[in-house]
């Protein structure tokens, strides 16, 4: 069966509920479940997503601007994982008690609206994807994936998302903020701040995939591969210990293996036209 045929499929099934509640994170993923929902269902879908210190404030507005792109209601409903000290613990179910917490949320959303059926991102990949815990949490709570259900993989989803012509088709993943505190460490507002400040940074200076790991006030920046030249540049080795420092990390590092998913807990625009003279400045308040 095509992706076409997967996603009309995936449509169809949508199109037979009364009406759906999306987990919307603004990603590709969740962004593709959501034009679906509203291509099968119009007003009967909503997207939904769940602000808390997790959710970097970049996210929370593109999530936003993706949704009005699409055309979906939008709902936005606020928690603390903070408040949960199972979460704060940071153990190898953090994301577990996370997303449990996210769903949840999700679910009263749903019910307040007169809505059965909420739906996640998790496409047909994600199962094989190492240690999930996460999800766990959408089978115990029995959130529908339509993704997974029909056997759309991420190369599918981005495939879909461009027949859709999503801003996000080709976004890359984007894990919550918790991500980049190794296991073991407790998660606390001030390291997600920091992290957050200096991922904020490194947008600002025009990095695309990239991640700031807190590992205790020692600052360890991943850039991909390709952009790796980029941040051996001195003027950035100079502009990122200074604002890094003076965000709260003592120590910045730049790690020369680059960025990989689960590196901060082992087991869990183009750089070409980049001007080596350029100057990095402090994103503006």
């Known amino acids: ?55 970097p404030d970049a996210e929370l507005g593109g999530a936003s601007e993706v949704a009005e792109e699409i055309g979906i209601r939008h709902e936005v409903v606020e928690f603390s994982e903070l408040d949960s000290q199972e979460f704060v613990k940071n153990d190898g179910e953090r994301c577990y008690h996370c997303r449990t917490m996210r769903l949840s949320a999700m679910f009263d959303a749903a019910r307040e609206l007169g809505i059965e059926t909420v739906c996640d991102g998790t496409n047909a990949a994600d199962p094989g994807g190492g240690h ?47 991500s980049r505190i190794p296991t073991g460490l407790e998660v606390t507002e001030e390291r997600l701040t920091r992290v957050e400040k200096a991922e904020t940074l490194l947008r600002t200076w025009g990095f695309e995939q990239f991640r700031v790991r807190d590992h205790d006030g020692l600052a360890r ?40 998913t689960g590196s901060v807990s082992p087991g869990e625009g183009g750089g070409d036209d980049l001007d080596l003279g350029a100057e990095y400045p402090t994103p503006e308040d």
Request: proline share 4%; charged share 30%.
């Open 221 to 260: 920046i991943e850039v991909a591969p390709d952009e790796l030249e980029r941040a051996l540049d001195p003027d950035f080795a100079r502009a990122a210990r200074e604002h890094l420092s003076d965000i709260g990390f003592e120590h910045v590092t730049l790690d020369l293996e680059g960025y990989r």
């Open 1 to 55: 069966m095509s992706v076409r045929e997967k996603a009309v499929a995936a449509r169809e099934d949508l199109a037979g509920r009364d009406g759906v509640l999306v987990a919307f994170s603004g990603g590709v993923d969740s962004s593709v479940v959501a034009a679906l929902a509203h291509d099968a269902l119009g007003d009967d879908a909503v997207a939904c997503t769940a602000k808390s210190e997790t959710l």
């Open 132 to 178: 999930r815990p996460g999800l766990r949490a959408v089978e115990e709570l029995n959130a529908y994936s339509p993704l997974l259900e029909h056997g759309i993989t991420k190369e599918g989803v981005r495939e879909i998302a461009r027949e859709y012509d999503l801003s996000v088709s080709e976004k890359p993943s984007m894990a919550c903020l918790s």
